[in-house]
């Protein structure tokens, strides 16, 4: 609890802030916070008012719910109309609407969808149950480390019913589309800490040297954050594309080795599809060698329905920082977190749902 508290200082926030608006040099600057998390944390801790005018902090797609394919959330909904498939779902999944449908909404109807809070679950659910059992494998390095030694585990056991429909993707080849991008203008990037923890901070160096854009890699607490965005809007303002890490405590310059050894074992870098953003070269995984064969899409053949996103949504557009949650026409009217239309409401990382939870506070 001492070590929250510290991180949770009022006292000593409001005076990076104030050092914060003295080295600010006027004019519009642009920091995207690539992590959901940290917009979460920035919106309860009301850190945006604390700002100065003309500092923007914009969202990214940092998080995996929302940038999972409509095409995938689709597919997953075939394969639990299917009485002889369990469909298994980390709980933000289970609200995502596509075709008019969603997993809670199918799960209500009597379809065997179930909610784990660990890959590792599934081993268990597949050695109790006769069905298919498919896990929606989402989310970026922090998550998909588990998941491959999930399915190390399963090829050891010889499971014969359990599949995955892979949607993990890699976050440095995102932030190098977003930097490519003539539409998008992102001056620096606040670097999730839990994904540094296992690729490094070294693993910014690229976009630092490659795009002139200062990376500082952060914790979640507001101490953290104020101090992150201090050093962003000082490299930027003196123009020195560096990487800083201001999370030492947690996260090292090499990162994981183990763990991204384990992916590297288990998955592939393909091209893959973004929501809202497209197909980004080699930020996806793919099952290869002996996993390939708990490939749910191989294994099914699963045709999508319909995979536009709905009309008027503009979660593309929040995810690219282009816009922030309050400029969708949608956002508070048609798209709220009990009727979302959008993934980006639906997530406990989405950037709507910060938004519209902490909008009146």
Partial sequence: MRLQSEFRNKEYVGKLASKIRDIYPGGSMSIMEVCGTHTMAIAR??????????????????????????????????????????????????RVPADGLSLEKLRGEGADVRVVYSPH??????????????????????TTPGIALTLIEAEKKGLKNLYFLV??????????????????????FLCPGHVSVVIGANAYNEIASDFGKPCVVSGFEPVDIMLAIYELVRLISEQKPEVLNMYE?????????????????????????????????????????????????????????????????????????????????????RCTPDNPVGPCMVSSEGSCAAYYKYRNI
Avoid at 169 to 178: E, H, K, T, W, Y
Avoid at 289 to 309: C, H, Q, S, Y
């Fill in 45 to 94: 801790f009301g850190l945006r008012e604390l700002l100065p005018e003309g500092l923007r902090l914009v969202s990214g797609p940092g998080c995996p719910v929302c940038v999972t394919p409509t095409s995938i959330i689709s597919k997953a909904l075939r394969l639990a109309e299917d009485p002889g498939n369990v469909v298994v779902s980390f709980g933000d999944m289970m």
């Fill in 121 to 142: 679950d599934v081993i268990r659910i597949a050695e109790h149950t006769e069905k298919n059992v498919i896990f929606i494998s989402v989310g970026f390095e922090t």
């Fill in 167 to 188: 949607a993990n993707r890699f976050i440095i080849p995102a932030m190098r589309a977003l930097c490519s991008a003539d539409d998008i203008m992102i001056d620096g």
């Fill in 249 to 333: 405590r947690v996260v090292t310059g090499e990162g994981n080795r183990s763990a991204l050894s384990v992916i590297d074992r288990v998955f592939k870098r393909v091209d893959a599809e973004w929501r809202g953003i497209g197909v980004i070269p080699q930020s996806g995984g793919a099952l290869q060698g002996n996993f390939a064969a708990m490939d749910a899409e191989l294994r099914f053949k699963i045709e999508p329905g319909v995979t536009e996103d709905p009309r008027g949504c503009r979660c593309g557009d929040v995810l690219k920082g282009i816009i922030l949650p309050p400029k969708c026409p949608l956002f508070g009217k």
